[in-house]
């Protein structure tokens, strides 16, 4: 039974930075590519970064690109989320995800474990 357990969530002011953790437990963490989503209210659910099994290959949204870095290590079965320059557009509910893959994906239905969420307030 895989866990995934998301801690880091806040409010804060624009500009301000975070960093979300996920804690994995159940699986082999090392063996599979993680993923960061988001859902703000009322929109869809929406791909911010991702990370491949190895850590070697990571992805991004436009969005975020330059402001956010997506970390995992491998010896703390943790994937991170570090939020630099946060802005108002950024507040949502944050979600990590698993995918019993090693390579990393955009698309969240190819991730086949979530976690509980994390709310994350931006405030200008």
């Known amino acids: 039974q895989v866990q995934l357990v998301e801690s880091g969530g806040g409010l804060v002011q624009a500009g301000d930075s975070l960093r979300l953790s996920c804690a994995a437990s159940?699986?082999?963490?090392?063996?599979?590519?993680m993923g960061w989503f988001r859902q703000a209210p009322g929109k869809e659910r929406e791909f911010v970064a991702a990370?491949?099994?190895?850590?070697?290959?990571?992805s991004y949204a436009n969005s975020v690109k330059g402001r956010f870095t997506i970390s995992r290590d491998n010896t703390k079965d943790t994937v991170y989320l570090q939020m630099n320059g946060l802005k108002p557009g950024d507040t949502a509910v944050y979600y990590c995800a698993l995918r019993q893959l090693r390579l990393l994906s955009i698309y969240d239905y190819d991730y086949d474990h979530w976690g509980q969420g994390t709310h994350v307030t931006v405030f200008s």
């Open positions: 990370i491949s099994a190895s850590g070697s290959s990571t």
């Open positions: 159940g699986r082999t963490f090392s063996n599979y590519a």
